[in-house]
């Protein structure tokens, strides 16, 4: 069984940083990709970005790209997500998901078995 923690949300103006980190723990916790997502008041869960099982490889939504980047210490079994130059419409709750897949990366909630409980993110204008 796999338990992933999300930490380091809080409040931020415009144009702030952000480091979210997300603990896991469990045997496979490092044998697989991981993904970020989020999700707005109202609005479906969303894919921020993810990394494959080396960190050899990213991929970001075009809304983030370049101002978000993804990294893992798999020796801790610890994922990161940089947030720079935040945005107001970067508020959410954001999630960390292990996938069930170990290279490629995917972007549906779908394909995530194991989710962490969120850590929320608001920015203000």
């Known amino acids: 069984q796999v338990q992933l923690a999300e930490s380091g949300g809080g409040l931020v103006q415009a144009g702030g940083s952000l480091r979210l980190s997300c603990s896991a723990s469990?045997?496979?916790?490092?044998?697989?990709?991981m993904g970020w997502f989020r999700q707005a008041p109202g609005k479906e869960r969303e894919f921020v970005g993810a990394?494959?099982?080396?960190?050899?490889?990213?991929a970001y939504s075009d809304s983030v790209k370049g101002r978000f980047t993804i990294s893992r210490d798999n020796a801790k079994k610890m994922l990161y997500l940089q947030m720079d130059t935040l945005k107001p419409e970067d508020t959410a709750v954001y999630y960390c998901?292990?996938?069930?897949?170990?290279?490629?990366?995917?972007?549906?909630?779908?394909?995530?078995?194991?989710w962490g409980r969120g850590t929320q993110v608001t920015v203000s204008s």
């Open positions: 998901a292990q996938s069930r897949y170990l290279t490629h990366i995917y972007s549906a909630p779908i394909d995530y078995d194991y």
């Open positions: 469990g045997s496979t916790a490092d044998d697989y990709a």
């Open positions: 990394i494959n099982r080396i960190g050899s490889r990213t």
